[in-house]
């Protein structure tokens, strides 16, 4: 039985907002796996893996730290604190 994703839970595990869910649901370039009745669309464990391009391995175990790497906010804070320091050790170096 595959497990299916809410919209939501979906974008949230991707790292990117609802709305591009739905941008790329109206380009063709995801479809949700079905859309209920009520209009929400579900997404399959099946397309989670086609999307991170993870290939299923029943026999590995996961062991990771939960960080989402692909998180734009996350990417500016390593970006700017790679700045900072970077401004920090010209600073210092101005100084000596």
Do not use: C
């Amino acid at each position: 039985m595959s497990k299916y994703y809410s919209i939501n839970e979906f974008s949230k595990i991707l790292g990117v907002s609802a709305q591009t869910l739905r941008n790329w649901d109206n380009n063709g370039k995801l479809h949700p796996h079905h859309i209920s009745s009520n209009g929400y669309r579900y997404y399959s464990h099946e397309q989670l893996n086609q999307v991170m391009n993870i290939k299923p391995n029943l026999d590995r175990i996961t062991i990771g730290s939960g960080i989402n790497y692909k998180k734009k906010g996350l990417k500016e804070l390593i970006e700017e604190g790679g700045e900072d320091n970077d401004k920090n050790n010209s600073s210092n170096a101005d100084s000596k």
